[in-house]
């Protein structure tokens, strides 16, 4: 199994036929996604490798069956996309723009929830589930570094994850699924909405988590644990250790209030949840490797 996401999974994607669009949509079907239409304003009655275009999310609708939907549009029209997904049905949306106005994303969310959907994003790289299907933009070499195996991954960072993703394939790992929140300061789907996803995939034996300093999501997870809502092994690593204390960061998540989202504090949680800490990306794959040890003994 996996989550979210499986090579049965109907995806269309909208702003396919922008250079990005037409760029990826082509390595998501080299990954096996079965991208079934697109969507662009103007441009119906085109074929995008040999995907036909329509006018609009609904008039794809109309024709196609479609689960979820990838966009590639500019963060100024994020919302309206997304709504226009939500309201032809499909409950599963993944966002990749960055610098989303906060409004508009506080109305998506809002109006994700109350349609049922799950959208993923901003400012993410996507989602995968290893050897089957992919939606989003993780580079040609990800055969390399996303192996399939049984270790769920939950991540805010694009760079970090290929790091810490390469150091579970060195200790011997795979992973099931891989699911990019975003490091956007309001994310649409945070942390603890997806663990009970990994907690009832038979096929995920444990979730490495890669966080940072700002917001409480990583708390949140060690709430969860806590109250018994994910009871499978937790491995994290976060970065922002060495971020200077009082000074200004560029990425629009690391913002720390009220005195929580500091990495002493999500430390301090997660270990008195029961969770596994790594201070470096290299010892990820040793403190799993240390868990199914503990478990087998």
């Known amino acids: ?13 909208q702003g396919i036929t922008g250079n990005e669009g037409r760029f990826w949509t082509q390595h998501m079907m080299d990954c096996g996604t079965n991208v079934v239409a697109g969507v662009t304003p103007g441009k119906e009655g085109q074929m995008v490798r040999d995907v036909p275009v329509f006018h609009t999310v609904k008039r794809a609708t109309a024709t196609m069956d479609v689960d979820a939907s990838l966009l590639f549009v500019p963060p100024q029209l994020a919302k309206d996309a ?23 994303t506080l109305q998506m969310r809002k109006s994700a929830q109350m349609a049922g959907a799950m959208v993923i994003g901003g ?47 060195k ?29 009832n995939d038979p096929d995920t034996d444990a979730v490495v988590i890669i966080g940072e300093l700002g917001g409480t999501m990583e708390e949140e997870v060690a709430e969860a644990m806590e109250n018994g809502i994910f009871t499978k092994p937790v491995i994290s690593f976060l970065g922002g250790r060495t971020a200077p204390k009082g000074k200004k960061m560029g990425h629009a998540g690391a913002i720390i209030t009220a005195g929580k989202g500091t990495v002493e504090d999500k ?7 029961g969770a596994y800490v790594a201070k470096k990306p290299s010892m990820v794959g040793e403190l799993l490797k240390d868990v199914f040890v503990k478990q087998n003994n």
Not at 1 to 13: A, G, H, K
Not at 82 to 101: M, Q, S, T, W
């Open 267 to 273: 430390i301090a949680a997660l270990n008195e949840a």
């Open 171 to 199: 200790a011997g790992f795979g992973a099931s699924s891989l699911v990019g929140i975003g490091g956007d300061s309001v994310p649409l789907t945070r942390f603890a909405e997806v663990l009970p996803l990994f907690e």
């Open 123 to 169: 400012n993410t790289s996507g989602i995968i589930s290893m050897g089957k299907a992919m939606m989003g933009f993780f580079p040609y070499w990800l055969d390399r570094v996303y192996k399939p195996g049984r270790i769920g991954i939950m991540t805010r960072s694009g760079s970090l994850t290929n790091e810490v993703t390469s150091e579970l394939v």
């Open 82 to 104: 997304v709504l226009e997904a939500l309201n032809a049905g499909i409950k599963k949306i993944v966002v990749l723009c960055d610098g989303i106005p906060l409004h508009d």
């Open 1 to 13: 199994m996996s989550i979210i996401l499986d090579e049965q999974t109907r995806v269309l994607v």
